[in-house]
């Protein structure tokens, strides 16, 4: 069985530092390209980042690029979000989810709430 | 930017067929997926490149998508079906968009 268990989410400083993790289990990690996806009721679902299986071609939204970076560690089967400069509207569940163009599993989120 | 645009609600009674739609420039051309998330759960995927449906998804959920609208089309509609539906697309251009999501009340 797939599962992804993200971690790492709680309360950030505006302007501080968040660092999620997401646990994988069930599939090859190591072959898999993988993204943080992330939901507020406001914008609904956004994508954040992706990362292919090799960790060498890496992409961003604009809306986080230069402030989060996309990480894994295939020997860990771990995928990794670094999130600096964190900002209100960075609130959100963060979700890591498999795939390319479309998430074929998704974890079950981690709450990052960014406030002072 | 790339838009898609989804009903922010549709009913449909139990046993009837539900067609959710999802608009955007030239859409057709793209390939669209659709998500099913349940309250408190994560999104699901039920369709990819218009029309697949992963191993365990239901036969009676399809998807088409022609000129400028991807529908989800959700035959004999159960009361478990009553959930937030969510379109998504990618290309080059406009990387990864998502619809603002349709929720369907089974009255």
């Known amino acids: 069985e797939v599962q992804l268990v993200e971690s790492g989410g709680g309360l950030g400083q505006p302007g501080g530092s968040l660092r999620l993790s997401c646990a994988a289990s069930?599939?090859?990690?190591?072959?898999?390209?993988m993204n943080w996806v992330r939901q507020t009721p406001e914008k609904g679902l956004e994508w954040v980042a992706y990362?292919?299986?090799?960790?060498?071609?890496?992409y961003y939204a604009d809306s986080v690029k230069g402030r989060f970076t996309i990480s894994r560690d295939n020997a860990k089967n771990s995928l990794y979000l670094q999130m600096n400069s964190l900002r209100a509207e960075d609130t959100a569940i963060y979700y890591c989810?498999?795939?390319?163009?479309?998430?074929?599993?998704w974890g079950q989120g981690t709450l990052v709430t960014v406030s002072s | 930017s790339y838009a898609l645009t989804q009903p922010p609600s549709v009913s449909v009674s139990p046993g009837q067929t539900a067609s959710l739609t999802c608009s955007g420039d030239?859409?057709?051309?793209?390939?669209v997926c659709w998500y099913q998330q349940r309250p408190g759960q994560s999104p699901v995927l039920l369709i990819y490149?218009?029309?697949k449906r992963p191993s365990g998804i239901p036969e009676r959920f399809s998807g088409s998508n022609s000129g400028d609208t991807a529908t989800l089309t959700i035959s004999g509609t159960q009361a478990l079906d009553e959930a937030v539906y969510y379109c998504?697309?990618?290309?080059?251009?406009?990387?990864?968009?998502f619809g603002g999501g349709t929720k369907l009340t089974v009255l």
């Open positions: 490149q218009d029309q």
């Open positions: 030239k859409l057709g051309d793209k390939f």
């Open positions: 990362i292919n299986s090799g960790g060498n071609n890496i």
């Open positions: 989810a498999s795939g390319t163009n479309y998430f074929d599993y």
């Open positions: 998504q697309t990618w290309d080059s251009a406009t990387d990864v968009v």
């Open positions: 069930g599939f090859i990690f190591s072959t898999s390209e």
